[in-house]
């Protein structure tokens, strides 16, 4: 089965374009204030219009008001939500759209208690953690903690076109998500990176 690919935290449209040229499935938009690849909701709609079909526009969120989140929704065509924070299976749930759950890999994390907490999310996003930091890190975790779940389970965390295609080997993950891991700086992506991460995923 073919590997699915995200790249989260455009910021530019530009950015946008070339991942689609690339064979890119998924674009995350980060409405996480704090974050550094964080849009704007007029920013958001800006970079979406008129995007060519069949490529998913993914909104990220962490412990997000639900005004913040209906009018994301109302202006940017989002087809699914990804919930980076500690929302509730009834929070991921209210919007009526399918969702992913990132599960922050600490040493004490249950996947199969998660995936049955989260039985009606599309799939979990396993990230690294961080204390303090929802998601972006930049680090890796040991992937050999990966416990089989009934889910299709997205693989994050620290992915560069330098390892992407050992950790496809390893985990043989539904999609990978790389936001870091192909950027010349926070938000602003490297077309090279990201045409050699989709390269190394093809091959993976």
């Excluded at 704090?34 to 704007?40: F, G, K, Q």
């Excluded at 994050?156 to 950027?183: K, M, Q």
């Excluded at 010349?184 to 390269?199: D, N």
Aim: glycine letters at 8%; one cysteine or more.
């Amino acid at each position: 089965m073919r590997t699915r690919v995200k790249i989260c935290g455009i910021t530019r449209r530009q950015d946008a374009e070339f991942a689609i040229e690339m064979g890119v499935d998924a674009l995350g938009l980060v409405f996480y204030e704090p974050s550094p690849r964080a849009v704007t909701v007029a920013q958001a709609a800006e970079l979406t219009r008129d995007l060519p079909p069949f490529v998913s526009i993914i909104g990220l969120f962490v412990d997000a008001s639900p005004a913040l989140i209906n009018e994301v929704l109302d202006n940017v065509p989002v087809s699914m939500l990804q919930f980076h924070g500690d929302e509730s299976p009834n929070d991921c749930s209210s919007y009526g759209l399918p969702y992913l759950k990132a599960i922050r890999m600490q040493e004490n994390v249950s996947l199969i208690t998660q995936a049955v907490t989260y039985q009606h999310a599309a799939g979990l996003l396993l990230d690294s953690y961080q204390v303090g930091v929802p998601g972006g890190t930049g680090k890796t975790f040991d992937w050999s903690r990966i416990s089989p779940i009934d889910k299709p389970v997205i693989l994050a965390g620290g992915l560069t076109p330098d390892n992407v295609r050992n950790a496809i080997n390893d985990v043989n993950p539904y999609a990978v998500d790389v936001s870091g891991g192909v950027e010349t700086a926070k938000g602003i992506k490297s077309h090279a990176k990201i045409s050699a991460f989709m390269q190394e995923v093809a091959n993976g």
